[in-house]
């Protein structure tokens, strides 16, 4: 991979954030048109896939949104999905790794990585549905 100036800018912006992010989110990381450093909206798609080809990023589907996360040097993380807002929300279980592995050393299955995901409905659309009932929840 060649070692240009965009991409270095994304690598720096990608590594020095915490967490998962969508490509949109990046961009708005990114400088803007007419600044220095500014990388294109296909130029960051284009690159995204690379540093996925290359094992710098993963990349997974989410209710059909591409969301990335560090592939090296971080640690696994799980998720809850905001059905209402799609927020997503990580967290870093031990338990859950060792759950995994666990079953997998019973089944013979050697463990590249693990995702979990679980939908539901995070504490602030929760309160806001609370306070805007809708008829058909009184009934």
């Known amino acids: 991979m060649r070692n240009t100036?965009?991409?270095?800018?994304?690598l720096d912006v990608v590594f020095s954030q915490a967490g998962?992010?969508?490509a949109d989110q990046l961009i708005e990381r990114l400088p803007?048109?007419?600044t220095p450093g500014y990388v294109s909206r296909p130029?960051?798609?284009?690159?995204?896939?690379?540093?996925?080809?290359?094992?710098?990023?993963?990349?997974?589907?989410?209710?059909?949104?591409s969301v990335y996360q560090p592939g090296i040097g971080s640690e696994p993380t799980d998720h809850f999905f905001c059905v209402e807002c799609r927020e997503l929300i990580e967290f870093v279980s031990p338990a859950i790794a060792d759950s995994v592995q666990q079953v997998a050393n019973d089944r013979g299955f050697q463990v590249a990585a693990h995702r979990l995901v679980v939908s539901g409905t995070c504490s602030n659309c929760r309160q806001r549905r609370r306070r805007t009932k809708r008829r058909v929840d009184l009934v």
Do not use: N
């Open 5 to 10: 100036q965009q991409r270095r800018m994304m």
């Open 20 to 22: 998962i992010f969508d």
């Open 32 to 34: 803007g048109r007419s």
């Open 43 to 65: 130029t960051v798609y284009r690159t995204l896939a690379e540093f996925v080809e290359a094992g710098l990023l993963q990349k997974f589907e989410l209710d059909g949104r």
